[in-house]
């Protein structure tokens, strides 16, 4: 048998063309090989391979698809293969395909999950190599109709007696094969080619025709050659026909922002878990609401006490955090007493105003371990939890040997954690509503994932941001960085594949580090001395070029002189000169060898917390910090000027062309230098990782945006995060929501923001030219946001041109004046520039109550009906 292959595709000199092919046999072993294609113009490829058959392994179906590579074999594009060209295999026929490249598709949302679970269609896992009928002569039609609404089906006619003379009753019926994939096979024996045909829809009760494809007639011709008007015996024509061109209902959905941790209902102990997510589906289906976002479920447990809150801190990219556990769910204790007594701790914790991560910590792993001494074993025993155990333990075991702890209780814990979630996200299905799972960027720098896989990581750095308006000293996450040259792509996979159990969209974190990471030296506290990661650094040649002379050690060590001290410490320079520092020529100062690292300060002050201390630990922290250029620690002699330095001592320390010299390579750095590199960096990073999750794809892509990132997240059709108080578009302080892309999230806050009420009582200023400019009204704003108010913001963005429109709980309460809490400040849920910020928000009122409340509920679901959501 042979296989030939034609496509028309535009490379440049040095790219070649590849079709990767794989056969798969009875006995499921699967052999995939990499084959050149050969072309005279660069432009039309072809390959011709005849497929030798092991009778031991007769092949059962084969699949491909195309990539491109330069000269070294390194693979700079691939073709979208979420749904692969799959097929059929007849030893005893010839395939010719002739093929389009494919682009992932415009209409990619309606290949997701989470759109399939909103219109009520089922999710076919994978495609079938459908066993269709192969004649002497065959042509093998296929098209992809994701559009198709649930009771239709897809057909094709032509204008050859073969597909029926263009007469709507005498279509053909073309068989699904699985994921909106159709096929059909017709015998075209004494069929002269070319025909003409189109797609067809039919409604399956009444069998009608009810909507033809748009567009011209589509053709055969290409499939053979010019000259040929005959398919050759024992020859098979794969017209693959794409997408069916018939415009998509337009989907949009609107839904409800957060954590686990911050539900509260009746039943749950002082945090939200995976029971109450089927309370909070209720509220979701009594409001309209099609989607719940929350933040990441991981298990963060570390140090066992408050900074193990953080819910993107994650040790473990597949355990589930032990306190989202719904534990009466699981059993109650024999022992009447200690249930009475449970019980009474539950109604302490949850008559707090907050979520109490300690305690809650305390009460809910006692209870699981009596839990445990009484049905564990039995659990363990059984043939589900058996079968469950074999399909995880791959990251089970590992973790719980990291957690040096009783395995039987972790694995009770982790299954029961599952069997709650997969629940919970089933039930939500059942209502039509989809979970949205959050992806986070890193890891914990001590976890599970950089135990046992220490060469995915740089664990000799840390991931962070730059500096913003809202952290002045930059972020830092305390992550290590990826080392991409590994399995982290395999790995971020499984990740996804574990993920898609339960959710059915999710927010990638952090998009921005899939173009470049902003890594941070190891021993730095702040986010000011790190550098893009991958980058492109600049040699002293380039850095003289812009009209800079270089010189090393002015540059790259921390400007410290007595006038920098002086502003910098006040009274207390004195000591810092005879303490920290040490003199040297030109009336400068170095830093002691004890202190000249932020890392070296933070634990020369720690436990030091009178105010004289603080201030002058965070003086140093800045003197530290003071350099113009950072050298790269992998490439010696490349230097990255350091970031937001235009307007310290050390630049101001030049003279007036230097400054001019030091601000065209800043601006040229930043702004223009990376913006091809990052761009193909992301594309080959975000298709080789998300290329083909059935989940809804949507980045939070909010921070210092290269030129590159839009584009990228349209071409990859991944939907982007618009918030009306941040524009990506430079020079406005406020965005038109009616310019939001359709591919798009819109949302008012975000966890990283003051929540609606507390944004607007921030700073008057800023509200009353929002009042002005954005909600057109006229005269002074009211100082706190009334409830009328915050219910036509939340109406704007429902009208909004953008997909999904998902608020905060918080924000949806702002309008009713009633439900939403009388503390504004308690609604915060974290402040970035603060490291030791206690991620506790939770819920003032029960889902239970929010249930009751009729009036609003109805209000809710009117709003979002006649917004069309």
């Known amino acids: 048998m042979k296989l030939k292959f034609s496509i028309q595709y535009g490379t ?125 002569k065959t042509i093998l039609f296929r098209v992809s109709a994701p559009q198709l609404q649930k ?30 994939e159709w096929l059909l096979s017709v015998n075209v024996d004494a069929v002269l080619l070319p025909i003409e045909y189109k797609y067809v829809i039919i409604d399956d009760t009444s069998h009608a025709l009810v909507a033809w494809e748009e567009g011209d007639n589509r053709t055969t011709a290409g499939l053979l050659p010019v000259d040929q008007t005959m398919v050759p015996d024992g020859t098979v024509l794969v017209a ?69 809150s953080y819910p993107y801190n994650i040790v473990s990219a597949f355990a589930l955090h032990p306190h989202y556990l719904d534990v009466e769910a699981i059993g109650v204790l024999k ?22 991560y300690e305690a809650v910590d305390r009460v809910k792993r006692a209870y699981v371990q009596e839990l445990f001494d009484e049905k564990g074993q039995q659990t363990l025993e059984s043939k589900e939890f058996k079968t469950w155990f074999a399909q995880n333990q791959d990251w089970l075991v590992p973790y719980a040997k990291w957690l040096d702890s009783s395995v039987g209780l972790i694995y009770f ?82 990740r996804l594949k574990w993920m898609e159990q339960y959710f059915d969209a999710i927010r990638i974190d952090h998009i921005l580090g899939f173009f470049r990471i902003w890594e941070i030296p190891g021993d730095a506290v702040f986010g000011l001395l790190g550098h893009f990661l991958p980058s492109l650094p600049m040699t002293v040649g380039e850095i003289e070029y812009f009209g800079l002379p270089f010189r090393k050690d002015l540059f790259t060590r921390p400007f410290i002189n007595d006038r920098v001290l002086d502003k910098l410490f006040g009274m207390h320079a004195p000591y810092v000169r005879e303490h920290f520092l040490m003199p040297k020529s030109y009336g400068l100062y170095d830093l002691k060898s004890d ?84 761009g193909a960096e992301a594309i080959r990073k975000l298709t080789d990782v998300f290329g083909s999750t059935r989940m809804l794809c949507c980045g939070e892509d909010l921070g210092m945006l290269p030129d590159c990132v839009a584009p990228v997240l349209d071409q990859l059709r991944i939907l982007s995060l618009e918030i009306q108080s941040m524009p990506k578009q430079s020079g406005y302080e406020f965005a038109h929501l009616d310019g939001n892309p359709y591919r798009s999230v819109a949302t008012i806050s975000t966890h990283d923001m003051s929540p609606l009420r507390l944004w607007w009582s921030e700073s008057p200023e800023r509200t009353q030219r929002f009042y002005v400019s954005m909600l057109q009204k006229q005269g002074r704003a009211p100082e706190q946001l009334p409830a009328h108010l915050a219910e036509e913001i939340i109406g704007r963005h429902l009208y909004c041109p953008s997909m999904l429109c998902m608020l905060s709980l918080q924000d949806w309460l702002a309008m009713d004046g009633e439900l939403r809490s009388k503390n504004v400040r308690d609604e915060r849920i974290n402040v970035p520039s603060d490291p030791y910020n206690r991620w506790k928000y939770r819920m003032h009122i029960t889902i239970e109550d929010l249930l009751k409340a009729d009036k609003y509920n109805n209000k809710v679901k009117t709003m979002i009906q006649r917004s069309k959501r």
């Not at 001592?649 to 223009?672: H, I």
Request: glycine letters at 8%; hydrophobic letters at 35%; charged letters at 20%.
């Open 240 to 308: 693959y026909g794409e997408n069916l061109r018939v415009k998509e209902h337009t989907w949009r959905a609107a839904g409800v922002v957060i954590p686990v941790f911050s539900l509260r209902s009746k039943q749950s102990y002082g945090v939200g878990d995976f029971g109450d997510l089927y309370r909070l589906v209720d509220w979701c289906a009594a409001t309209g609401m099609k989607a719940i976002q929350l933040l990441p479920v991981n298990d963060t447990t570390c140090s066992k006490n408050w900074s193990d």
């Open 595 to 678: 202190y000249n690292t932020q890392k070296k300060v933070q634990q020369a002050f720690e436990g030091r917390i009178d105010e004289n201390s603080l201030w002058i630990r965070d003086g140093l922290y800045r003197l530290v910090s003071s350099v113009l250029f950072l050298e790269d620690p992998k490439q010696p002699g490349m230097y990255h000027p350091r970031i937001g330095v235009i307007g310290e001592p050390v630049f101001e320390a030049l003279n007036a062309e230097e400054k001019d010299a030091f601000m065209r390579l800043y601006n040229n750095y930043y702004y223009q230098r990376h913006n091809f590199f990052w």
């Open 151 to 180: 009771g239709q089906s897809v057909a094709i006619i032509g204008d050859h007696p073969a597909l029926g003379s263009w007469n709507v009753s005498r279509y053909l019926r073309m068989e699904p094969i699985g994921r909106f």
């Open 413 to 494: 814990t982790q299954y029961h954690l599952h069997l709650q979630l997969k629940a919970a996200a089933d039930y939500a299905r059942s209502k039509g509503i989809f979970l949205k799972g959050d992806v986070p960027i890193g890891v914990n720098g001590d976890s599970v994932e950089t135990a046992i896989h220490p060469d995915y990581f740089h664990l000799d750095a840390q991931t962070g941001a730059p500096p913003d308006m809202f952290s002045p000293n930059g972020q830092n996450w305390g992550f290590p960085t990826y080392n991409w040259g590994t399995g982290v792509v395999e790995w971020f996979r499984r």
């Open 335 to 356: 022992n009447k007493i200690k249930m009475n007594t449970y019980h009474r701790q539950r109604q302490e914790l949850n008559e707090l105003g907050y979520s109490d």
């Open 12 to 136: 440049q000199w040095g790219q070649n063309l590849y079709v990767v092919l794989s056969y798969l046999s009875i006995d499921q072993t699967k052999k995939t090989e990499r084959l050149m294609m050969t072309t005279s113009d660069g432009m039309e490829w072809q390959l011709e391979t005849t497929v030798l058959e092991s009778r031991k392994h007769p092949i059962t179906s084969f699949s491909y698809y195309y990539q491109v590579e330069d000269t070294d074999g390194n693979v700079l594009r691939k073709e979208w293969n979420a749904i692969p060209r799959t097929y059929y295999f007849d030893s005893a026929k010839d395939y010719v395909m002739a093929d389009l490249w494919r682009d992932v598709p415009l209409q990619y949302h309606l290949y997701s999950m989470a759109y399939h679970t909103t219109m009520g269609l089922s999710v076919d896992q994978q495609v079938e190599p459908l066993r269709v009928p192969l004649y002497r």
